[in-house]
């Protein structure tokens, strides 16, 4: 026999949930426009197409969760710009087409994670400008140029860790770096016969 | 006297419209401004954090900073973006790229881009850039490097890029260069596709 249960703990448990749904940091899914600014956790509901400047930007301790949807712009500026100044920034789950550089991680204090995404038909697929991140199991092909680039220069704060990323079929290198090797990354038929610099690819 | 004041408030309009016309637009702009027509800066635009921090976009339309500077650490500090377009007389600090380049035709002169990651980057189209400095920036000062599919031309005349944390100048479509001067780059090259005197 089912008790049914009293009203005072009926309404306990419905303010519970409401406040867990309105908790911020909640995961929320959302329609996104071209130059959009993501400060919380995101999940995408649909596809970009045609955004002439920048795609998305990430900014703080957020998640962004493209949802295996597809952002395309006009081929001159940026598809993903992740920042962090606190915590980590993360992209995942996703395509970026057709920009300078389809995910650009920036920011000198910049802590990010690029997980699960797909750059093609960029001029750069993967550019970590400054800040630390991981790229892991990610994939780069048909890029005009490197499939991956993150290097530092004298006075850089470049820290990029590449773990099993596979890079195809782009115009220059698959992944171009001076920083760390994270271990299992692919790469063939790149237009550098190098394949990679800095990290060591398997065809 | 009522009877005179609507014909002179008239013709005070006219007279300000007359001088107004075909001058550069004297505004206070700030970051993520978008600039369609001639203007000239009369304020820093500083602490620009997401995006670009001035886009300049139109037909023959000119932005001179007139001596003031663009600062931040967002994408790009200056964005000339499609069509015929001027930059002059200013500096860009802390972005990602001080000074970037998408489809257009473009004059860059008297710009300083310093401490930025790369100070001057054109991504496709023309550009002249004369006369310009790019020192500090963390990676190269001046870079245009196409690839297949790419389809980009500079031309550098009279820059200086000291201090650079790659090259100097990193180009493989410059054309009609000269003059240009490289000194204390991190790339012993100091230039590639252009030839720089210290």
């Known amino acids: 026999m089912i008790t049914p249960m009293r009203p005072r703990v009926v309404i306990f448990v419905l303010l519970g949930m409401l406040s867990f749904a309105l908790m911020p940091g909640a995961a929320g899914a959302a329609t996104v426009h071209c130059g959009d600014v993501i400060t919380q956790d995101t999940t995408v509901d649909n596809d970009l197409s045609g955004c002439p400047f920048i795609g998305l930007t990430v900014r703080g301790n957020v998640t962004l969760d493209l949802n295996h949807h597809t952002i395309s712009g006009t081929g001159d500026w940026y598809g993903i710009d992740v920042g962090s100044e606190n915590g980590t920034a993360s992209v995942r789950d996703g395509t970026v087409t057709g920009f300078h550089a389809g995910v650009l991680v920036v920011g000198k204090a910049t802590t990010a994670y690029v997980t699960h995404m797909t750059a093609t038909g960029n001029h750069l697929g993967f550019q970590a400008g400054r800040g630390t991140v991981l790229f892991e199991q990610n994939l780069a092909i048909g890029n005009l140029a490197d499939g991956f680039y993150a290097r530092t220069s004298p006075g850089t704060s470049v820290d990029a860790t590449f773990t099993k990323n596979r890079a195809y079929a782009n115009g220059h290198l698959g992944i171009n770096t001076n920083n760390t090797d994270g271990g299992k990354n692919h790469a063939h038929k790149n237009g550098d016969p190098r394949q990679c610099i800095g990290v060591e690819c398997r065809p | ?198």
Do not use: W
């Not at chain 2, 500083?46 to 000119?62: E, I, K, Q």
């Not at chain 2, 257009?104 to 189209?125: K, M």
């Open chain 2, 1 to 198: 006297m009522r009877k005179l004041l609507g014909p002179l408030t008239l013709a005070v309009a006219l007279v300000c419209l007359v001088l107004t016309g075909g001058q550069a637009f004297g505004a206070s702009v700030q970051c993520g401004d978008t600039i369609t027509q001639d203007t000239t800066l009369h304020n820093d635009v500083t602490g620009c954090s997401t995006g670009f921090g001035l886009r300049v976009t139109g037909d023959d339309v000119t932005l001179d900073l007139n001596g003031h500077r663009v600062a931040g650490d967002g994408v790009v500090g200056v964005g000339l973006d499609h069509g015929g377009l001027t930059l002059r007389n200013g500096t860009v600090s802390g972005f990602q790229v001080g000074v970037a380049i998408a489809k257009a035709v473009a004059y860059v002169t008297r710009v300083t881009a310093t401490q930025n990651g790369i100070g001057f980057e054109l991504h496709h189209g023309n550009a002249v850039f004369e006369r310009d400095v790019a020192t500090f920036n963390l990676s190269d000062g001046f870079h245009a490097v196409t690839s297949v599919g790419d389809a980009a031309d500079a031309t550098f005349l009279r820059n200086r890029a000291d201090s650079n944390g790659a090259l100097g100048i990193n180009t493989n479509t410059g054309t009609g260069s000269a003059k240009n001067h490289a000194h204390k780059n991190g790339d012993p090259r100091q230039c590639v596709g252009v030839e720089c005197k210290p």
